[in-house]
Each structure stands twice: as structure tokens, then as C-alpha cells.
């Protein structure tokens, strides 16, 4: 049983975000969000200030989420609420285009 374990490949968490392709979870922090019904598990990469959410079941990506903003996020009374109002609706202000 070791053996198989020690031979098994070694994989890492990949998802399909929407319009971004598949992007590797390895440096992000991720936790799933059961108190929201809109969103689902988020995933932020403090480093990098990119933020990937699971809302109704799709993957999107914003880019430059400073820490203060990603912190009022995982709080806030209404996730969901919070989420369409400071980031998805900040389309051009978290924008990854051109954020590497």
C-alpha cells in the first residue's frame, strides 16, 4: 500500500476559469464558503493580490484585490451581496488582462 502511494503521480488542483483557461490553485489559499448561497469557495493568492471565486458554480478571476478589500469580503454579512457590488462590479478596476 505504500509503495502505491509513494509511486502515485503527484497532482495539484487545477479549475476552469471562465474566459482564463485552467489555472493551478497551488499558490492560492482556498476555502469553501457554506454560509454563502451565491459563493461557493474562493480562492486569493496574497502575494500576487489575485482573487478566484466560485459563484453559481463558475470560476472568475480578479486581479490586483488588495488585502483590505479581500479581508471585508470573507466577513461581510452578505457575501454574495459584497461580491457583485465591490468586485464583480469593478469589471475594469480588477481586470486581469494585463496582470501577470
Known amino acids: 500500500m505504500l509503495a502505491l502511494l509513494c509511486a502515485a503521480p503527484v497532482t495539484?488542483?487545477?479549475v476552469d476559469v471562465s474566459g482564463r483557461g485552467e489555472i493551478d490553485l497551488a499558490p492560492f489559499a482556498c476555502t469553501d464558503t457554506p454560509r454563502s448561497t451565491v459563493v461557493q469557495r474562493?480562492?486569493?493568492?496574497?502575494?500576487?493580490?489575485?482573487?478566484?471565486?466560485?459563484?453559481?458554480?463558475?470560476?472568475?478571476?480578479?486581479?490586483r484585490l488588495?488585502?483590505?478589500?479581500?479581508?471585508a469580503f470573507i466577513v461581510a454579512p452578505s457575501m454574495g451581496q459584497?461580491?457583485?457590488?465591490?468586485?464583480?462590479?469593478?469589471?475594469?478596476?480588477?481586470d486581469c488582462e494585463d496582470a501577470n
Open 12 to 14: 495539484t488542483e487545477t
Open 42 to 63: 474562493i480562492c486569493y493568492n496574497e502575494a500576487r493580490r489575485h482573487l478566484l471565486v466560485n459563484a453559481g458554480g463558475a470560476y472568475s478571476q480578479y486581479c
Open 66 to 71: 488588495p488585502v483590505a478589500t479581500f479581508e
Open 82 to 94: 459584497y461580491f457583485r457590488q465591490h468586485i464583480a462590479a469593478a469589471t475594469t478596476q480588477f
